[in-house]
Structures are given as structure tokens and as C-alpha cells.
């Protein structure tokens, strides 16, 4: 299939390990951010979100952090494991009048897990 | 339950053509956007449909346009294709606030 980001920036990291994937946002009126998870020849499939009056939220094995002062948003992954392989995307959610939303996507990380 | 669903998988046209992609979106979902994802970069908001109408647009020329149907599906059309014009283009729909994304269609212009 097709490759997706074959120019972005690369975290490599040994199976097991946290890995850490940042991003900086533009909007400061964004109210929701997502994290996105894109493999090879597929769409980005959703990891986990957070609105902008949290500024920690936990899943399974990911945390999502959002630092509003500095428009900073990072995605942890415990135990990253080889399956965790993927480009990586934040986005975010400006809200205009209306409340009809649309995301605006990150530059993307690509995960490169080492067994 | 399917997920969202799009077609074709791949498609290749000539620059000046004209081409048709389609959309179902995930049960229960009615709104419906798309974007346009060159390699190496991350998903470009087209356009969204509610209710049948555009109700929100990105910085895309009218070349691109679109449409909805009442079962909610989606077709996304591009006139006189150009080389620029290749990339992966993606349909998400959503109820709420999590937009679920289809696979794409790999759009390539020769």
C-alpha cells in the first residue's frame, strides 16, 4: 500500500518503552483536540481526545496532555509495542458560530518501534 | 456495523478529467466531511454536509464540490483535474464530536 509520511519527523523507539509524540497547535480558540493514528493504506482511526478545560485525560495505555499557555498537546503511549507502528496526527477543533466543527491536522510523527 | 465506507479503493485520471468519489458514512451518523491528504502530510478539510447542504468550507477552489443524500451518503466531485490534484482523499462522518474516518481513495492524475 501506500506510504503515508514519507518526509515527517521520526520517533524511534525500543519495544516496551513510553514514547512520547508532541505537537503545537495554532488556534487558540480550538476547544477540542484529538489524536489520530494512521497506518499504511488506511485512514486515521481515532485514539483518544481532550477538551480544552482538561488538561490531562487517560486511556488505555495513552495519555493525552494539553498545555492551553503554550498551545502544546503530547500523546503518551506506555508500553509502546510493535503494533503502535503508525504516523501519528494531532488535531484540532476551532469551533466557529454555530458549533459546526472541522479539524485542522499537525505536520504528523512517524512511530517506528524497535523489536 | 460497518464503518465508514468509500469508492473506489484507487482511481487514475487524466490532468483536464473529471471524477466522482463516493462516501456511505458509519450507521447512525449524518454529517459528513472531507479531505484531501497529499503524501507526507496530514488530512485538508474540503467541505462538511449536514441536512444535504454545505455548511462549511476550506480553502479549496470550486472545482471541488459535492453533495449528500437524504440516506446521508456522500459523493465528493473534481473537475478539470489537475496534477496537483493527487493525493489520498478521506470521508469522515460523525454524530458528535468524534469523526470516524473512512479508508480513502487514492486519487492519481496523470
Known amino acids: 500500500g501506500e506510504s503515508v509520511g514519507l518526509h515527517l519527523p521520526t520517533l524511534s523507539v525500543q519495544e516496551g518503552d513510553n514514547s512520547i509524540i508532541n505537537c503545537a497547535y495554532s488556534n487558540s480558540a480550538s476547544d477540542y483536540f484529538i489524536w489520530y493514528k494512521q497506518e499504511s493504506g488506511k485512514g486515521p482511526q481515532f485514539i483518544i481526545d481532550i477538551r480544552s478545560n482538561m488538561d490531562k485525560r487517560q486511556g488505555q495505555r495513552v495519555t493525552v496532555l494539553l498545555n492551553k499557555t503554550v498551545k502544546h498537546l503530547s500523546l503518551q503511549i506506555a508500553a509502546t509495542q510493535p503494533g503502535d507502528s503508525a504516523v501519528y496526527f494531532c488535531?484540532?477543533?476551532?469551533?466557529?458560530?454555530?458549533?459546526?466543527?472541522?479539524?485542522?491536522f499537525g505536520a504528523g510523527t512517524r512511530l517506528a518501534v524497535h523489536p | 456495523d460497518a464503518g465508514v465506507t468509500q469508492s473506489p479503493t484507487h482511481l487514475i485520471k487524466t490532468r483536464g478529467q473529471q471524477v466522482t468519489l463516493r462516501c456511505s458514512p458509519k450507521s447512525g451518523h449524518d454529517t459528513v466531511s472531507w479531505y484531501q491528504q497529499a503524501l507526507g502530510q496530514g488530512p485538508q478539510f474540503i467541505f462538511q454536509y449536514y441536512e444535504e447542504e454545505e455548511r462549511q468550507r476550506g480553502n479549496f477552489p470550486d472545482r471541488f464540490s459535492g453533495h449528500q443524500f437524504p440516506n446521508y451518503s456522500s459523493e465528493l466531485n473534481v473537475n478539470a483535474l489537475l496534477l496537483g490534484d493527487s493525493a489520498l482523499y478521506l470521508c469522515?462522518?460523525?454524530?458528535?464530536?468524534?469523526?470516524?474516518f473512512g479508508p480513502g481513495t487514492r486519487l492519481t492524475v496523470t
Open positions: 488535531a484540532e477543533n476551532p469551533l466557529p458560530p454555530g458549533g459546526y466543527n472541522k479539524l485542522i
Open positions: 469522515a462522518s460523525r454524530r458528535d464530536s468524534e469523526q470516524y
